[in-house]
Nanobody
């Protein structure tokens, strides 16, 4: 059974940092990519970044480029999203997802992902 479990969310002040984790199981980690997404109340799910686990290639949406960093630890089957300089508009539920993706524009589209985690809440206070 494929499982993706996000953790690391919480409450942080403006300008603060958080590191989210996505622990994966039930599939061959190196054969897939992992994407990070977020969804704020009343808004569509937004793609943030992806990583292809076979070669570590990454892609970022313009909205987070320079502030967020995606990385993976293949030995732990875990992907991380390091988030810096957080702003109130970053408040959302953050999700990771599994897909057969390459690190290009398409990898931040939710349509190319087949499995999703349950999400972790990130709240940035002003």
């Amino acid at each position: 059974e494929v499982q993706l479990v996000e953790s690391g969310g919480g409450l942080v002040q403006t300008g603060g940092s958080l590191r989210l984790s996505c622990a994966a199981s039930g599939f061959t980690f190196d054969n897939f990519g992992i994407g990070w997404f977020r969804q704020a109340p009343g808004k569509e799910r937004e793609g943030l970044s992806c990583i292809t686990n076979s070669d570590g290639a990454t892609y970022y949406a313009d909205s987070v480029k320079g502030r967020f960093t995606i990385s993976s630890d293949n030995a732990k089957n875990t992907v991380y999203l390091e988030m810096n300089s957080l702003q109130p508009e970053d408040t959302a539920v953050y999700y990771c997802a599994r897909g057969r993706v390459v690190a290009t524009t398409w990898c931040i589209s939710p349509l190319v992902y087949m499995d999703w985690g349950q999400g972790t809440q990130v709240t940035v206070s002003s």
